[in-house]
T-cell receptor, first 109, second 116 residues
């Protein structure tokens, strides 16, 4: 079967750095996405990785290792507005997105 | 970037009535749209995949006769919740597949349905 695992909840301090991990087992791989979802809102796109390595975009970076079935989202200089759920999703061989359950990130002052 | 709209943003209806939710891709053609449901503090749950001009593909456990999906054009998909019950109260979110696979899905703002 297909499976995406990520921690349920994480807590971090404002101004700090946090890494949210995602491991996956899917039938085929056509890329991994990270989305941010604030409470009561729809998800918004953060990043896309299809090749191994680190993609940096401002305070957010996303890493992928296809051989390990592993990705992480790195958030730097945390701000209170970063409190949200972060969803990991893998595009399988049929170009369908397989979703993780999401990681709720709580930022404390 | 691509924009997906949803209407209405919230709706309250009485038990036993039907509610239609519209999902539109505003500046691109979406051959494939997706309908999700999300209960409070739970993850997204894919209900169905909608392809323009064909019948929707429903996920296991989703009643196709209760959740009617129509994707009659490249920019519009509708979800009708028939004979709604209080347990159908949820946040319904549609998304559209981008024209490039690297774009993933673009999400509408969601519709909060409350059935009284």
């Amino acid at each position: 079967g297909q499976n995406i695992d990520q921690p349920t909840e994480m807590t971090a301090t404002e101004g700090a750095i946090v890494q949210i991990n995602c491991t996956y087992q899917t039938s085929g791989f056509n890329g991994l996405f990270w989305y941010q979802q604030h409470a009561g809102e729809a998800p918004t796109f953060l990043s896309y990785n299809v090749l191994d390595g680190l993609e940096e975009k401002g305070r957010f970076s996303s890493f992928l290792s296809r051989s390990k079935g592993y990705s992480y989202l790195l958030l730097k200089e945390l701000q209170m507005k970063d409190s949200a759920s972060y969803l990991c999703a893998v595009m399988d061989s049929n170009y369908q997105l397989i979703w993780g359950a999401g990681t709720k990130l709580i930022i404390k002052p | 970037g691509a924009v997906v709209s949803q209407h209405p943003s919230w709706v309250i209806c009485k038990s036993g009535t039907s509610v239609k939710i519209e999902c539109r891709s505003l500046d691109f053609q979406a051959t494939t749209m997706f309908w999700y449901r999300q209960f409070p503090k739970q993850s997204l749950m894919l209900m169905a995949t909608s392809n323009e001009g064909s019948k929707a593909t429903y996920e296991q456990g989703v009643e196709k006769d209760k959740f009617l999906i129509n994707h009659a054009s490249l920019t519009l998909s509708t979800l009708t919740v028939t004979s709604a019950h209080p347990e159908d109260s949820s946040f319904y979110i549609c998304s559209a597949r981008g024209e490039l696979n690297t774009e993933g899905q673009y999400f509408g703002p969601g519709t909060r349905l409350t059935v009284t």
